[in-house]
């Protein structure tokens, strides 16, 4: 693998704000030698259409409960219509990139994650080599949050939805990759008087999450960072509304967030 660094950045399926520098900062980076790979949500765009077809929707553990008929929709959104938005915007800033999904070439071989999400998987195996081709070729990865059912030792037609921050604890990890930096609205990760935290070791914010301190849709972007942790990789949880939080964050070290870890610390 080439030593140029990789960093891992979850972003969700809309901008954070009309003032949103992150697509910008991810091209930056690409220009001065990263290899960024996007890993982009979707589940309030998810919501509206299905929404839209007055089809019920609900969550168990912070994850969505994924149907036939709903998984239908989050194909068609995430694969398709915010993937290829996220694509077109970080072209017309002058990054070079592609769009694929965790379905695209088998990148991301899943099973089922619990019958009571329905088909929601849990990830098996991230293929790096994948990216490691696309990033040699000049790409910039863009993944949505997708995966096909790995079963009896080979590849099935069935797509599964996963959870997005998810996707990005384990590609960070597959990848050995420098940073994961989760891009969210929110201050950082709290702690139990509701003061964002500035940094957590891997002890301490899994402690909040037994506490229930760290909930919801928090929970999978901890879990992801403890994952990511485990292979070496420094991790992030800031404030995106900032302007250009995430090259404050990679090139200088000013945190509007919570790190989590950190190298040569026991996890």
Request: proline share 3%; net charge negative.
């Amino acid at each position: 693998m080439s030593e140029s660094p990789v960093i891992v950045v979850k972003i969700g399926g809309s901008t954070l704000g009309s003032h949103d520098t992150t697509l910008e900062d991810i091209v930056a980076l690409q220009r001065e030698g990263w290899r960024p790979v996007v890993v982009h949500g979707g589940g309030a765009t998810i919501g509206e259409w299905l929404d839209s077809l007055d089809t019920p929707t609900r969550f168990v553990r912070g994850l969505r409960v994924t149907d036939a008929e709903s998984l239908r929709v989050v194909v068609a959104v995430l694969a398709g219509l915010i993937n290829k938005e996220l694509v077109a915007a970080i072209g017309a800033l002058g990054g070079q990139t592609i769009g694929l999904s965790g379905a695209d070439g088998g990148l991301i071989r899943v099973r089922q994650l619990d019958p009571e999400l329905g088909y929601v998987g849990e990830i098996e195996w991230v293929d790096s080599d994948m990216l490691v081709r696309l990033f040699d070729a000049g790409y910039l990865p863009v993944v949505a949050p997708l995966g096909l059912l790995w079963k009896d030792q080979r590849l099935q037609s069935q797509i599964l939805n996963i959870n997005a921050d998810t996707v990005a604890g384990e590609v960070a990890f597959a990848l050995a990759a420098r940073w994961l930096v989760f891009l969210t609205d929110v201050a950082g990760v709290s702690g139990s008087d509701g003061a964002s935290l500035a940094h957590l070791s891997c002890q301490e914010a899994t402690a909040l999450i037994d506490q229930e301190t760290v909930s919801g849709g928090m929970i999978p972007k901890v879990e992801a960072c403890l994952r990511a942790c485990e292979g070496g990789t420094r991790t992030a949880v800031i404030d995106g509304r900032q302007p250009h939080a995430l090259l404050a964050a990679v090139q200088q070290g000013q945190f509007v967030g919570t790190t989590i870890g950190g190298s040569g610390e026991e996890s």
